[in-house]
């Protein structure tokens, strides 16, 4: 049977958008996938420069049912199906 994929929005902000080159995108990867499993192939997909700022991200989950979305740096987190790249931004 072959794996189960989902595609998961990732929109990316200040310094993850500059190492992009773009400002979102659409990462396939196994349903259930991890924070850890996206950020690994955002590391292939950009190299060192997102490497870098990924280092120092938080990452900001869809809300679900409705509720306000949870930023974590736990990446052991499920990714669901839309994550915000957010670099540490100025004067905070």
């Known amino acids: 049977m072959a794996e189960v994929t989902t595609g998961i929005e990732v929109r990316y902000f200040a310094a993850a ?8 995108d659409t990462i396939d990867l196994p ?6 499993a996206l ?5 292939d997909r950009y190299g ?5 700022v990924l280092s120092v991200a938080a990452f900001l989950l869809e809300p679900g049912d409705g509720g306000a979305g949870e930023l974590t ?3 052991g987190r499920p990714a669901g199906s839309r994550v915000d790249v957010l670099p540490p931004f100025a004067g905070g």
């Open 48 to 52: 060192a420069g997102m490497e870098r």
């Open 39 to 43: 950020r690994a192939v955002l590391v």
């Open 17 to 24: 958008a500059d190492a992009a080159g773009r400002e979102k």
């Open 31 to 36: 349903e259930g996938a991890d924070l850890g």
């Open 73 to 75: 740096r736990d990446l």
